[in-house]
């Protein structure tokens, strides 16, 4: 549905979050208390996440809608987060457009055939919006029910998706990506601006149906050096960013141990940076420069320790964050939630923010 001149207006029923502090704190604008969700908040460590999925294959969940609205809210009940990210996976797209992946437990993403030669590209068309109706409908059902709690769409960036793809499935050291990417810079090229437009789509059809903000997963991009990240992914996120600014919606960037990327992450079109729990707060906004807002960084194993300890880190946080100035500051861990996460600390977390940001 190119619908440029329709798309800058954003659909009514998304208004309602429109001044939470979760997108007041996007924006750069004063809030009530700092917001707080949390990355992979939706499943694995709850109960009622593991209750519904029984029996239902990964993929197949994120597409029955009704399924993805539970699990969605579960966390916006239970933990009061400030937001909720909507649940599917980085590889949803991917099998939409045709790729043979599946996610497998304790694994991850699996790709049959990975995708390694010029002839490979071809299986990567552009996504349309008639290729995940699942996807508008389930966002639809979200933002009619959550109201003024905003929804947080998603996606996999160029990069993290190509290594999935490459490799075929997790990987430590990305050694089949890196040698693509260094040895055949040209079909590298091609591949990630093929998923630049793959995921420019998927975040699109969310934004479309009515999503407040959206977040770029570059989880794994933290393995690049500076010089490679300029030369080699940038051009790619950019497009990305790019093909949705129009929308106006803030965009969220995140990727893991990124200390050194984070004045190029800030460069390629993000409203706000995530930090990871490397590097502190104040630090990381000398990094990425005026103007944008920051989102992070309490080390999720903090969360294992006694409840004391885990109020002093986020005060640390929230201490540092401080010093961002005017610029926003939305709190959150590091990098996931980890499945083996009590959900009673995440809760106590969240409370804990609220009250001691309030002002
Ligand atoms: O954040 C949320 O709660 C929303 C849902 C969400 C999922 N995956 C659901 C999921 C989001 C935002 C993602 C993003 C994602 N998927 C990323 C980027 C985020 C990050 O952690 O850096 C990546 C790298 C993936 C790929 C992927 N999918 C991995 C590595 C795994 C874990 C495999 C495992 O079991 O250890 C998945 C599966 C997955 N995606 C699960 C969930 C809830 C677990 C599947 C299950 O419960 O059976």
């Known amino acids: 549905m190119p619908n440029p001149a329709g798309a800058a207006r954003p659909p009514a029923r998304r208004g ?5 502090a979760f997108l007041r704190a996007c924006r750069n604008e004063p809030v009530p208390h700092t917001p707080v969700w949390f990355m992979r908040q939706a499943g694995r460590s709850l109960p009622e996440y593991l209750k519904v999925r029984e029996g239902i294959p990964m993929l197949d969940s994120c597409m029955r809608p ?3 609205k539970e699990i969605t809210l579960q966390p916006v009940r239970r933990h009061k987060v400030d937001a909720a990210i909507f649940f599917s996976d980085i590889v949803v797209p991917l099998k939409a457009v045709g790729i043979d992946v599946d ?9 049959a055939d990975p995708i390694r030669t010029r002839a490979d590209l071809q ?4 996504l349309e919006p008639s290729d995940v109706p699942y996807i508008t409908e ?9 109201g003024s709690t905003p929804l947080i769409g998603f996606a996999g960036a160029p990069y993290t998706l190509a290594s999935y793809l490459v490799e075929g499935g997790p990987s430590k050291n990305h050694e089949r990506t890196k040698a ?3 040895g055949e810079p040209e079909l590298w090229a091609e591949l990630v601006d093929r998923l630049a437009v793959i995921t420019a789509g998927f975040l699109k059809v969310q934004i479309e149906a009515g999503v407040s903000a ?8 933290g393995s690049l050096a500076p010089d490679d990240y300029r030369r080699f992914v940038m051009p790619a996120s950019t497009r990305v960013f790019d093909a949705v600014a129009e929308y106006g919606v803030p965009r969220i960037h995140f ?6 990327l984070l004045s190029l992450m800030g460069q390629v079109g993000a409203d706000v940076v995530g930090v990871d729990w490397r590097v502190p707060l104040h630090e990381a906004a000398r990094r990425v420069g005026p103007g944008k807002a920051l989102q992070g960084n309490l080390d999720p194993a903090v969360l294992f320790a006694p409840t004391k300890v885990v109020e002093t880190r986020a005060r640390e946080v929230l201490h540092s964050a401080s010093a961002l100035g005017t610029s926003g500051h939305v709190f959150n861990l590091g990098h996931g939630v980890l499945p083996s996460m009590d959900p009673d600390a995440l809760s106590r977390l969240v409370a804990f923010v609220h009250e001691a940001s309030a002002r």
């Not at 996610?103 to 699996?110: A, F, H, N, S």
């Not at 299986?123 to 552009?126: E, I, T, V, Y």
Request: glycine letters at 12%; proline letters at 6%; a negative charge.
């Open 103 to 111: 996610i497998k437990p304790g694994v991850g993403p699996v790709i």
């Open 66 to 68: 009704e399924l993805v």
């Open 138 to 146: 389930a966002v639809g059902l979200l933002v009619d029910e959550l």
């Open 16 to 20: 309602a979050a429109h001044d939470s």
């Open 123 to 126: 299986r990567l068309r552009p």
């Open 214 to 221: 959206v977040q770029l997963f570059d989880s794994w991009v």
């Open 180 to 182: 693509m990417m260094y």
């Open 255 to 260: 990727g893991v141990g990124t200390g050194e």
